[in-house]
């Protein structure tokens, strides 16, 4: 079984996403269920069909995050040091040709969320950023183009 690499703040909210899952959200679908049943004929009650595939969405997250969650490795990103950019890293970069900074934090692929500045070790960005060190001048293929950034920081607080 493949290992998940995540930090402690992704594996505490994958675990918290599965409580209210199992506890509030199946309730929820079993009440909405039932009410669907007393509206007669099942054949034809879109409701029922609804919460029927509602049930259906939940429960393969569920198995999906007990899945990811017994597989996960969590790493203690403050314990690691350095200026090599590596998994769990806070990293500060500059965009070469607009001078725009930007901090990411680079994660597994289960934690990313690039609205939230979590970057997959598997994106283009993650990719290049791997192995570099401040100062290092990276270059990411992206829909655009190709676009250059200098490491300004790397942080594991």
């Given amino acids: 079984m493949e290992k998940v ?7 505490q909210r994958l675990e918290e996403e599965l409580k209210h899952r199992k506890s509030v959200e199946r309730l929820e679908i079993i009440k909405a269920i039932a009410e669907a049943r007393e ?11 609804a919460a029927r595939e509602r049930q259906s969405f939940c429960e393969g997250r569920i198995a999906e995050l007990e899945d990811v969650l017994s597989r996960s490795e969590v790493i203690d990103v403050p314990s ?9 890293a806070k990293v500060d970069l500059v965009d ?23 970057i997959s070790t598997t994106s283009p960005i993650g990719r290049a950023l ?7 001048s ?17 942080d594991f607080s």
């Fill in 80 to 88: 690691l040091a350095g200026s090599v950019v590596k998994f769990g």
């Fill in 96 to 118: 070469e040709d607009t001078d725009e900074e930007t901090t990411y934090q680079v994660v597994g692929p289960i934690e990313a969320d690039i609205n939230a500045g979590r």
């Fill in 138 to 154: 990276v270059e990411v293929t992206v829909p655009g183009g190709i676009k250059s950034y200098e490491i300004l920081k790397v």
């Fill in 130 to 136: 791997i192995g570099k060190s401040v100062g290092d």
């Fill in 5 to 11: 690499p995540m930090t402690p703040q992704g594996h």
């Fill in 39 to 49: 509206h007669g004929d099942l054949s034809e009650n879109a409701e029922y069909h």
